[in-house]
């Protein structure tokens, strides 16, 4: 009857205990939309999309941050907590992946603001300055 009972209280405890759900980003990933039209040219879009957060843990899945759009990239520019630069590149093909490239360390979780120098068609220059979250 002991053992019976023992094992009544252990099933309940373990059927009744709520699993943790797996924080997951791509259910609260919304992209900031800038867009120029120039009025000296017809017809002409410029455009820059950013995701608001992104999660490099290596799943394959949102593992890292970049801008979207038609555009020259300029420079790209991630900074840290003390306004330090932790990512820089002029390469379209060059992502953020949450690391310091300067230390070599990987960032811990949070708010992050990135400021962003694009050129369109014609040569002009366009700056956008944002906030990006990461979580790990």
């Known amino acids: 009857m002991k053992n019976r ?17 797996q924080y997951n980003p ?11 039209t120039r009025s000296n040219t017809s017809d002409t879009l410029f455009t820059v999309w950013f995701p608001n957060c992104f999660s490099p843990n290596g799943d394959g899945i949102n593992d ?15 900074f840290g907590r003390n306004d330090q630069v932790i990512f820089e590149t002029s390469d379209v093909n060059e992502y953020w992946h949450g690391i310091d490239y300067g230390k070599g360390y990987i960032i ?29």
């Open 108 to 136: 811990e979780m949070g708010e992050y603001v990135y400021k962003l120098d694009v050129s369109d068609a014609a040569g002009k220059s366009y700056e956008y300055t944002g906030k990006v979250m990461l979580y790990r």
């Open 64 to 78: 890292t941050f970049f801008p979207l759009g038609n555009f020259y990239l300029n420079s790209f520019k991630v």
């Open 5 to 21: 009972f023992l094992f009544l209280l252990i099933t309940i405890v373990l059927f009744s205990c709520k699993k943790e759900e």
């Open 26 to 36: 791509d259910k609260h990933i919304t992209y900031t939309h800038w867009y120029k």
